[in-house]
Each structure stands twice: as structure tokens, then as C-alpha cells.
């Protein structure tokens, strides 16, 4: 297994809409394995292929402090959401050391494929719901920070383009998404 650069916003391959998953195969069982680690080592608990520079549909979350509930979702879609919305604080591993409040729904409703080539739904509420929708965006070409006011994304692409001339310890680091 491997750990993968992780992209950094600006980049604009951020913004590129990834294409389904037509076969699972060697390739993309390498990917999941590879994306997983590459989460935990961050330390995050959601990563796509998009932040990794595979414009493909697949995702990795695990928000267990032990790492015990991996869920691997290719082509994942959402089929429905509550119409009840909550703000959230959310952070991302191509965004390091940018947390901000955003408005999410409560809980929905995904069908995806496992590894094993197998369509599964849930039904995600709380921190795995917000997971599942950040990391669902980043496969459609958006970033938490789109959902910011331009006053805000300006100022959060200054202190990126700043930190990166600094140390990358001088930045904490909770939980990313």
C-alpha cells in the first residue's frame, strides 16, 4: 500500500467531475486500500479519489476514532435527504487547518457499490451523513469552501498560500473530512 499526495485547494483538479466506476477491478481495489491509508495518515475521516487525482467515483469515510468501520462507496449517489438542514463545522484534508460552518441536511439516504461489486443503501445521520455528503461533493467538483461568501474564500486562499511558505506544524490540525 501507498500513501497519496493529497491535492490542496486551490488546485483547480479539484474542481474536475469524476466519472463513474464502470469495473472493479485490481486497480481500483489498489485505490480503495491506498485512499484509506492515505485518510488515516492525514489524520482525516473521509477522502476522495478526486482529492487524490483520480477522477473517479469512489470515496473512503471512517469517522470510528479506531478504524474500525471503513466503508468504500463507488458510485456512490444520494437518493434522498431530510428536508431539515443543520449547520456543521467542517474542515478537509485539501483545505489543512480551514474549518468553517455549513449548512447541511440532517440525514441521508445512499446507494453505492461495495468492493465486492455489490449495491448497498444506508441511511447516514450525524457526523457520517456529513462525511458522506463532503466527500460526495468533492466528486462533483465543489469544496466545502464553495459554500462560503467570496470575502471568505479570498481570505481562506491568502492563509493557504501563506501557510505553505511556513512550516505545516504551525497549523493545528483536528479532525478533517
Not at 483538479?13 to 463513474?20: C, E, I, K, S
Not at 444520494?78 to 443543520?86: D, I, N, V
Not at 466527500?135 to 470575502?151: A, C, I, N, P, W
Amino acid at each position: 500500500m501507498a500513501l497519496l499526495n493529497i491535492l490542496q485547494y486551490p488546485d483547480p483538479r479539484l474542481r474536475t467531475v469524476a466519472r463513474p466506476i464502470v469495473e472493479i477491478d485490481a486497480r481500483i481495489k489498489t485505490l480503495a486500500r491506498d485512499m484509506a491509508e492515505t485518510m488515516y495518515a492525514a489524520p482525516g475521516i473521509g477522502l476522495a479519489a478526486t482529492q487524490v487525482n483520480v477522477h473517479e467515483r469512489l470515496i473512503v469515510v471512517d469517522i470510528t476514532e479506531d478504524h474500525s468501520d471503513l466503508r468504500i462507496l463507488i458510485n456512490p449517489e444520494r437518493l434522498e435527504h431530510s428536508p431539515q438542514t443543520k449547520l456543521v463545522q467542517e474542515g478537509c484534508l485539501s483545505v489543512p487547518g480551514m474549518y468553517d460552518e455549513i449548512e447541511r441536511p440532517d440525514w441521508v439516504r445512499i446507494r453505492a457499490i461495495n468492493l465486492d461489486g455489490q449495491s448497498i443503501e444506508f441511511e447516514a445521520q450525524g457526523l457520517l451523513s456529513v462525511c458522506v455528503q463532503h466527500e460526495m461533493d468533492h466528486l462533483d467538483g465543489r469544496v466545502f469552501v464553495d459554500y462560503l461568501s467570496r470575502l471568505k474564500q479570498s481570505r481562506i486562499q491568502q492563509k493557504l498560500i501563506k501557510a505553505q511558505r511556513q512550516p505545516t506544524d504551525s497549523l493545528e490540525q483536528p479532525t478533517r473530512l
